[in-house]
T-cell receptor
Framework: GAGVSQSPSNKVTEKGKDVELRCDPI?????LYWYRQSLGQGLEFLIY????????KSGLPSDRFSAERTGGSVSTLTIQRTQQEDSAVYLC??????????????FGPGTRLTVL | AQSVTQLGSHVSVSEGALVLLRCNYS??????LFWYVQYPNQGLQLLLK??????LVKGINGFEAEFKKSETSFHLTKPSAHMSDAAEYFC???????????FGKGTMLLVSP
């Protein structure tokens, strides 16, 4: 597609359940990023992929969070045993993966996760 | 580590008035700076970016920002606000080493008729 797409757009789950969030980056973009946007914390970086590898996972808040990317394209963010504080909008972005300032990140519309 | 601070969580202007959204950065290396806009229930859209080529950067929708090293600032301006400019604006800095962004807390721009 023309832009970054994410699914689902909204997800309501019960505390303790696992959820999977999907991101389809722009075709040809080798870099992919996950961010979380919440009222109290603003926009936080979670994880960065270059190809299928994740050189920077420093933003993942706990070991309940994991992400993978296959085929250098689609990425899935998984949250296990969800907690209410996981409620947020999860944003995905992709970029060409060029070094330095020319590498602009393009964002998807996000997945709004609500944990009851 | 790089960081950005946005002054004012909310800014209100009248339609036709000057828009000024403030962003100050902290960086030990020359920073690469960005402004993004987020309309309700949408993702972030790039407005403009500073890449050291020119201190005055022009972006989309009539916005521009000026990089001032002496003031460590990268304020966003627009000469005349339009109702459609109402949105949340985020300043961000590119982290050295990798391509991840550190965002400010955001400023909600309210435009009244």
């Amino acid at each position: 597609g023309a832009g970054v797409s994410q699914s689902p757009s909204n997800k309501v789950t019960e505390k303790g359940k696992d959820v999977e969030l999907r991101c389809d980056p722009i075709s040809g973009h080798t870099a992919l990023y996950w961010y979380r946007q919440s009222l109290g914390q603003g926009l936080e970086f979670l994880i960065y992929f270059q190809g299928n590898s994740a050189p920077d996972k420093s933003g993942l808040p706990s070991d309940r969070f994991s992400a993978e990317r296959t085929g250098g394209s689609v990425s899935t963010l998984t949250i296990q045993r969800t907690q209410q504080e996981d409620s947020a909008v999860y944003l995905c972005a992709s970029s060409l993966g060029l070094a330095g300032e020319t590498d602009t990140q393009y964002f998807g519309p996000g997945t709004r996760l609500t944990v009851l | 580590a790089q960081s950005v601070t946005q002054l004012g969580s909310h800014v209100s202007v009248s339609e036709g008035a000057l828009v000024l959204l403030r962003c100050n950065y902290s960086s030990s290396v020359p920073p690469y700076l960005f402004w993004y806009v987020q309309y309700p229930n949408q993702g972030l859209q790039l407005l403009l970016k500073y890449t050291s080529a020119a201190t005055l950067v022009k972006g989309i929708n009539g916005f521009e920002a000026e990089f001032k090293k002496s003031e460590t600032s990268f304020h966003l301006t627009k000469p005349s606000a339009h109702m459609s400019d109402a949105a949340e604006y985020f300043c961000a800095v590119l982290n050295s080493g990798y391509s991840t962004l550190t965002f400010g807390k955001g400023t909600m721009l309210l435009v009244s008729p």
